[in-house]
Each structure stands twice: as structure tokens, then as C-alpha cells.
T-cell receptor, first 113, second 114 residues
């Protein structure tokens, strides 16, 4: 069975500092990888996704992620965060052949001035 | 284009009752998936519908059911509510239901079971 591990439940950071949110997945078959963001009292919004090709994926709001097959990781990064980036971030996978997102437990990013 | 809409946004029910939640996908989208979000279990897949047929199902008891109409609108029903069914229920739509497609999420329906 596939699973997704987000190692940090909460990441505090100061405004304009860089941030990395970690995600590792386990699967014996090929997967597609996603990062979603959830703002308070809202649904999920896609930040970026990896399907194939270049391992560095750029998304919205200045976020990027790097797919590392040997380490089965898909860490999310932003070089300089804003207060408005405060939200919960979810890493997710879909196993090829199944229409079912499997989510990690989420990482709460707290940006302070 | 309007996004995914879910009604109602908030709902309070008592144990033993049943509830129906509604989801209207983005125009032109034919796949609708449902997810349950709780603090303890996180985000879990309930089921997915495409062209009025359930294609995938998660590990939830039979009290959870759904359907999709010819206009792609979907409903999910929970019968004999339990306290543990309190959750945010999210629906997501995608164009053709392909695994590589982006799923667009609605704002959710927050259900509280007393």
C-alpha cells in the first residue's frame, strides 16, 4: 500500500526566510505527486504536481518542489515566505491506475513578522 | 468559470439521523471525488464517480453512499450518523477523471454530529 509521510506537523518561520516542507512517500509502483494548500475554512488548492520529466517542478505563489526517486521524497520549498503563506500544506500521491489521492497528515506553516 | 460548490456549508445533526450533502462540479467536469477530513484521521478518500458510475471506493462502511446525476452533480449520504462522522467533507472535481489531472476542491461541508 502506498503512504505519504510529512515529517513535520508544524513549521514556524519568520517572514522573508526560506522554508522547506518535507514529504516522503512509499510505493512499489509509479506514482504521481502533488502538493496542496489549505487556508483556514477553505478547501484545498493545488500548488504543484509532478507527473514525469524534469524533477524540479515550479508551482504557484513562488513554490517549487523536487522529486527525488532514490530518496522517495518530494520536498516543497519557497525561497522567501510571506505572512499570507500561513496555511496547512498537504503532500499527496496517486498510484497510477487509480483515481484516489492519498494524503499525508499535513504540515502547518506559521509565518510570523 | 465557477468553482466547485458544496451545500450546505455547515450542518448539525444528532446521532442516528441521516444526512445528504451536495456537490456541484466545475462546468464540464465529469469526475467527482469525495474526501473526509478529521483531525484524527486526516484526509481520507471516500469514493469517486464518473459518468454516473462509482469507479473507486475507499475503506468506509456501507453507511456512506453516494451517487452522481447526469449533469455530473453528486450527492453523498450518510445514514445512521455516529459521533465519529463529525468531519469536514470535501468534494473535488476533475475533467475526465485521469490520475494526472488536477482535482479542484470545493470549500467543504462541515458536519457536526451531537
Amino acid at each position: 500500500a502506498q503512504s505519504v509521510t510529512q515529517l513535520d506537523s508544524q513549521v514556524p518561520v519568520f517572514e522573508e526566510a526560506p522554508v522547506e516542507l518535507r514529504c516522503n512517500y512509499s510505493s512499489s509502483v509509479s506514482v504521481y505527486l502533488f502538493w496542496y494548500v489549505q487556508y483556514p475554512n477553505q478547501g484545498l488548492q493545488l500548488l504543484l504536481k509532478y507527473l514525469s520529466g524534469s524533477t524540479l517542478v515550479k508551482g504557484i505563489n513562488g513554490f517549487e518542489a523536487e522529486f527525488n526517486k532514490s530518496q522517495t521524497s518530494f520536498h516543497l520549498r519557497k525561497p522567501s515566505v510571506h505572512i499570507s503563506d500561513t496555511a496547512e500544506y498537504f503532500c499527496a500521491v496517486i498510484k497510477r491506475g487509480f483515481q484516489k489521492l492519498v494524503f499525508g497528515t499535513g504540515t502547518r506553516l506559521l509565518v510570523s513578522p | 468559470k465557477a468553482g466547485v460548490t458544496q451545500t450546505p456549508r455547515y450542518l448539525i445533526k444528532t446521532r442516528g439521523q441521516q444526512v445528504t450533502l451536495s456537490c456541484s462540479p466545475i462546468s464540464g467536469h465529469r469526475s467527482v471525488s469525495w474526501y473526509q477530513q478529521t483531525p484524527g484521521q486526516g484526509l481520507q478518500f471516500l469514493f469517486e464517480y464518473f459518468s454516473e458510475t462509482q469507479r473507486n471506493k475507499g475503506n468506509f462502511p456501507g453507511r456512506f453512499s453516494g451517487r452522481q446525476f447526469s449533469n455530473s452533480r453528486s450527492e453523498m449520504n450518510v445514514s445512521t450518523l455516529e459521533l465519529g462522522d463529525s468531519a469536514l467533507y470535501l468534494c473535488a472535481s476533475s475533467l475526465g477523471g485521469g490520475q494526472e489531472e488536477t482535482q479542484y476542491f470545493g470549500p467543504g461541508t462541515r458536519l457536526l454530529v451531537l
